[in-house]
Nanobody, 124 residues
Framework: QVQLVEFGGGLVQAGGSLRLSCAAS????????MGWFRQAPGKEREFVAA????????YYADSVKGRFTISRDNAKKTVYLQMNSLKPEDTAVYYC?????????????????WGQGTQVTVSS
């Protein structure tokens, strides 16, 4: 059994920063690729960022490239999403996800485990 728990969501003004954390437990290891997705009201869940097991390979959606940074601490089984220069359109529930095979990391189908989500609200 795998558990992913997100922390760090909240309310921030446009231009501000937040750091999300995702703590993993159970049958998940540092060899699992990890990702972040988000879902705004009335919209599909969309890819935000992903990171390979070593942390050397990172992937970003065009909408967040240059503003968000994904990283991981394998010793702590934790993945982070540093979000800078936040915009109102970044408002969404953010989900952490874990991938067994490390493929299709920019799509929901590439992930096997999901957290419960954390709300991020950016005010204008």
């Amino acid at each position: 059994q795998v558990q992913l728990v997100e922390f760090g969501g909240g309310l921030v003004q446009a231009g501000g920063s937040l750091r999300l954390s995702c703590a993993a437990s159970g049958r998940i290891s540092s060899r699992n690729a990890m990702g972040w997705f988000r879902q705004a009201p009335g919209k599909e869940r969309e890819f935000v960022a992903a990171i390979g097991w070593s942390g050397g390979n990172t992937y970003y959606a065009d909408s967040v490239k240059g503003r968000f940074t994904i990283s991981r601490d394998n010793a702590k089984k934790t993945v982070y999403l540093q979000m800078n220069s936040l915009k109102p359109e970044d408002t969404a529930v953010y989900y952490c996800a874990g991938s067994i095979w490390g493929q299709n990391l920019d799509h929901r189908s590439g992930y096997d485990y999901w957290g419960q989500g954390t709300q991020v609200t950016v005010s204008s």
